[in-house]
């Protein structure tokens, strides 16, 4: 990127009602077969004009082709079985309804490559394209076969790492891996979960990032945040591996969040994806209140390397409410590109 603060999102956008139910989690489609497909495929082009509309410079497919983040990923694999469920704890904090590792899991073809090809023939501009990291993947799954957590964790990072690979060749120019589950288990994030991440992105030319945050809006998760305290320093743990990592860029949830500022200093090197918006309230930033966290992270992170984000994906929030704060930040990092740039 050649502009300065370069906004993206950190991923998921609404989808249309006419697609899925709106402001809702694993909502399931209104269309199936050829009307699906094609649905989906409408739908990823409104997502993007919507970015483009709001001034977001680094754009992405809104993951308007996703049921979910991670299980829309795992649909597509072998050795998973969808009609066996069973209730699991997920990021130790929700209980849900999860498909169960039956045997090997494999990738027989590309999962998500087709919806890029797309993308990249509408837009000249930078795109983003997220997949799921190894260790949130175990963490939405019931192992019944490989009975480890970690070599479940490295099949994934192959797996993935075939896939990344179609996407950089399809013209992505940023693949992000969400790892919301490394913010919750430091012990195994330090044995093996940078490792299955590293393993994930190895041989990959385009830049990676990883987007670590405390979850949608959902109850859960705004229920998880109240128990955290006054200070947030669960990227702590994480930092100072992924410092030191071959990861380009790290996504941060920092809008409204009680994560000090100063622990940004710990990647110091990296290049921050910042979020300057709040994907758990209802209400729209002011581009100000979006300068102003800006400003806070300028003091630990190089103005070349600080591209503003949101917190999370948006996914739940109505359309009108992501269509404001998609504008408030590209209209509040444009106040700090006018300072920075003097
Ligand atoms: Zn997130």
Redesign the pocket.
Same mark, same amino acid.
Do not use: E, L, Q, S
């Given at each position: 990127m050649n502009k300065l603060l370069p906004t993206s999102t950190?991923?998921s956008l609404p989808k249309p009602s006419w697609l899925a139910e709106p402001e809702k989690l694993w909502s399931p489609w209104k269309l199936e077969g050829e009307a699906l497909r094609e649905g989906k495929r409408d739908a990823l082009r409104l997502s993007l004009h919507e970015q483009q509309h709001a001034g977001i410079d680094i754009v992405s497919d809104g993951e308007q082709t996703r049921q979910h983040f991670v299980t829309t990923f795992i649909e597509h694999l072998d050795g998973v079985d969808f009609s066996k469920r069973e209730t699991v704890r997920i990021r130790d904090r929700y209980d849900a309804s999860v498909p169960t590792v039956v045997g090997s899991v494999a990738r027989q073809k590309s999962v998500f490559v087709e919806d890029a090809i797309y993308l990249r023939q509408l837009t000249d501009q930078p795109i983003k394209w997220a997949l799921p990291g190894p260790m949130t993947m175990i963490d939405t799954l019931y192992d019944a076969h490989y009975k480890s957590r970690e070599k479940l964790a490295w099949e994934f990072a192959k797996i993935l790492n075939q896939e990344a690979k179609e996407l950089e060749a399809a013209g992505v120019d940023i693949i992000q891996f969400?790892e919301?589950a490394f913010n919750v288990f430091f012990d195994e994030l330090n044995d093996w979960g940078v490792a299955t991440l590293e393993r994930a992105i190895e041989g990959l030319k385009c830049e990676t990032a990883v987007?670590i =945050?405390y979850?949608?809006g959902i109850k859960a998760n705004t229920d998880w945040k109240k128990t955290l305290g006054s200070e947030w320093r669960q990227y702590e743990e994480a930092f100072p591996k992924l410092q030191k990592s071959k990861i380009d860029m790290i996504s941060l949830e920092c809008q409204n969040s009680h994560v000090p500022m100063d622990l940004i200093e710990l990647i110091r090197g990296k290049k921050v994806m910042l979020g300057a918006i709040d994907v758990a309230t209802n209400t729209v930033e002011t581009p100000e209140e979006v300068a102003s966290t800006l400003r806070k992270a300028l003091q630990f992170v190089d103005a070349d390397k600080l591209y503003p984000c949101t917190n =999370?994906?948006m996914a739940p929030l109505s359309r009108e409410l992501a269509r404001g704060k998609l504008r408030a930040l590209s209209t509040g990092a444009e106040i700090v590109r006018q300072e920075v740039l003097g």
């Open positions: 950190a991923g969400d919301p987007h =945050c979850g949608y =999370c994906g």
